[in-house]
């Protein structure tokens, strides 16, 4: 995956966490996993932090969030993906 995938794919990211809980800060530290290195996982990882900071928590979320984990709908193999990028919730068809 190219870098400015992989940079659009955290800010994607920071969407799908904003608004969540720990189900979706979950999800999203995940998704975090699968940049390309140590300083960018850590990056993205605080601006789930923060985004999660600000934004109030909704169960509607949490349940969404729980379920793409339970279902491991957001692997790094399937962000690599449109399917699997959608599958996850941080793109659209």
């Known amino acids: ?5 992989l940079r659009l ?6 969407t799908l966490a904003a608004g969540c809980g720990d ?3 979950t999800l999203a530290q995940q998704i975090c996993n699968c940049q390309p290195d140590q300083p960018s996982v850590d990056a ?6 923060t985004a999660e900071g600000i934004f109030p928590v909704q169960s509607k979320d949490e349940k969404l969030c729980q ?4 279902n491991h709908a957001c692997d790094c193999q ?10 996850c919730g ?3 068809q």
């Open 78 to 87: 399937k962000l690599n993906t449109t399917e699997g990028r959608v599958g």
């Open 23 to 25: 189900a979706c800060l």
């Open 9 to 14: 794919l955290c800010v994607l990211t920071l």
């Open 44 to 49: 993205c990882n605080q601006r789930a932090q």
């Open 67 to 70: 379920g793409l984990l339970d």
């Open 1 to 5: 995956m190219t870098k400015p995938l």
């Open 90 to 92: 941080i793109a659209y």
